[in-house]
């Protein structure tokens, strides 16, 4: 089992390295070598997990699908009666992320700019999240919270393309780190119409405020490896 | 004069077959023999022009960015009385320019993506478009178009982030074609509160029907080649 535990480990480490070697410099800029040098893995190991750049590549992206979807799924489960307020949370939930995760932001800047060379679509993480977003519209309109005749869909796309285009901006702007106070400007904007529910300023601050802080910034893969290591332990005694 | 001409005009090919190029495929994977080819010219005289990859970047960056200032300034020169007419009418024009200009194209995704190999900053176009907002802002404010209370700046950054998302996602999901369509649905929902100018959904359809094809989609480098020569030919008689 040892042998496991430590495979497991290594393939998460390569995966983390690789997170912060190409948000920071992008798929093509990134050798594999330095992803190897930054995972402090022999170069032979990493290649041993992932034969190919955009086998790496692909791993990060997969794995900040799972980091978002997880803290997305965590938003469902708190049960809030206003599907307005989940949106407005999952947006702090995601800032936070992009802020304090490298694989995150590594995947989203993958998912845009190397979308040639990995072979992956660059509208399906579009069409993913509009899909989400219509159906927290769904609980708004089932709460009461929507004007009438707003088309779900085409909400769902401004809600998506709005938040898109901030991350961008906040992106380029400061390094994503004013993301929280951007976004805070925009709900009020975006839901001052078209939504009946409490949506000033004031109330968007406070969730903002409140839910950006509740994701723990440790990947996925790193938790993997702990309770595999943990189980595998267990099972060896 | 005839050889003037003919570099004036060689040089705009380039530049609109670059365009073409890393609309396409971006900046690294396209390879300078492409453009020499594709714009029909010896790399010799590719060289001669553009000593390197970068300057051909920059080139287009540079061309891209007079192009769509002028589209701004043309908007400027309509002297409407609404500032959010003229903003939306800015934006049917670049929605215009994206979708028929492949420089206009290139000049976007060079901007975003290749930062680190061209040396530009990422943060300038945002920041320039932020300010050109801000004034049509002020132009609104003084025609008495905006509520009360509204921070120019925080507004024009959220218009600004919106538009570019739309951008973004028209782009992933329909190759920009849909774009116009999706600012229709952007507008009356971003100005619906905090703007008390006819934003309704027909009168911005109406707006972007009408100045989305008021725009010559030649380059103007290409008309600079066209008159230069004819101003050649004229001085030459």
Same mark, same amino acid.
């Given at each position: 089992?040892?042998?496991?535990?430590?495979?497991?480990?290594?393939?998460?480490?390569?995966?983390?390295?690789?997170?912060?070697?190409?948000?920071?410099?992008?798929?093509?800029?990134?050798?594999?070598?330095?992803?190897?040098?930054?995972?402090?893995? #022999?170069? =032979?190991?990493? !290649?041993? +997990? $992932?034969?190919?750049?955009?086998?790496? @590549?692909?791993?990060?992206?997969?794995?900040?699908?799972?980091?978002?979807?997880?803290?997305?799924?965590?938003?469902?489960?708190?049960?809030?009666?206003?599907?307005?307020?989940?949106?407005?949370?999952?947006?702090?939930?995601?800032?936070?992320?992009?802020?304090?995760?490298?694989?995150v932001?590594?995947?989203?800047r993958?998912?845009?700019?190397?979308?040639?060379?990995?072979?992956?679509?660059?509208?399906?993480?579009?069409?993913?999240?509009?899909?989400?977003?219509?159906?927290?519209?769904?609980?708004?309109?089932?709460?009461?919270?929507? #004007?009438? =005749?707003?088309? !779900?869909? +085409? $909400?769902?796309?401004?809600?998506?393309? @709005?938040?898109?285009?901030?991350?961008?901006m906040?992106?380029?702007?400061?390094?994503?780190?004013?993301?929280?106070?951007?976004?805070?400007?925009?709900?009020?904007?975006?839901?001052?119409?078209?939504?009946?529910?409490?949506?000033?300023?004031?109330?968007?601050?406070?969730?903002?405020?409140?839910?950006?802080?509740?994701?723990?910034?440790?990947?996925?893969?790193?938790?993997?490896?702990?309770s595999?290591?943990?189980?595998?332990?267990?099972?060896?005694?």
């Amino acid at each position: 089992m040892a042998r496991q535990q430590r495979a497991i480990r290594t393939r998460a480490r390569i995966i983390a390295a690789a997170g912060e070697c190409f948000s920071e410099s992008g798929y093509r800029a990134t050798r594999v070598a330095d992803v190897a040098e930054r995972a402090g893995a #022999a170069l =032979g190991t990493l !290649l041993f +997990h $992932f034969p190919a750049k955009t086998d790496i @590549a692909n791993a990060v992206i997969e794995q900040q699908h799972r980091i978002v979807m997880e803290a997305a799924t965590a938003v469902d489960e708190m049960n809030s009666p206003s599907g307005i307020q989940d949106i407005i949370v999952v947006s702090a939930k995601l800032a936070n992320l992009i802020s304090t995760n490298p694989v995150v932001r590594a995947g989203l800047r993958l998912s845009t700019e190397s979308v040639e060379d990995l072979g992956i679509s660059s509208a399906q993480p579009y069409l993913d999240w509009t899909r989400q977003c219509v159906q927290l519209l769904e609980k708004a309109r089932a709460a009461g919270e929507l #004007a009438e =005749g707003i088309d !779900l869909e +085409h $909400f769902a796309e401004v809600i998506n393309s @709005a938040f898109t285009g901030t991350q961008f901006m906040s992106s380029a702007v400061s390094g994503s780190s004013d993301l929280p106070e951007r976004l805070a400007r925009l709900w009020p904007i975006l839901f001052s119409q078209v939504v009946k529910a409490d949506c000033t300023s004031e109330s968007v601050q406070r969730l903002l405020d409140d839910h950006s802080t509740l994701i723990d910034a440790e990947t996925p893969a790193e938790e993997e490896a702990a309770s595999a290591i943990e189980s595998g332990t267990a099972e060896a005694e």
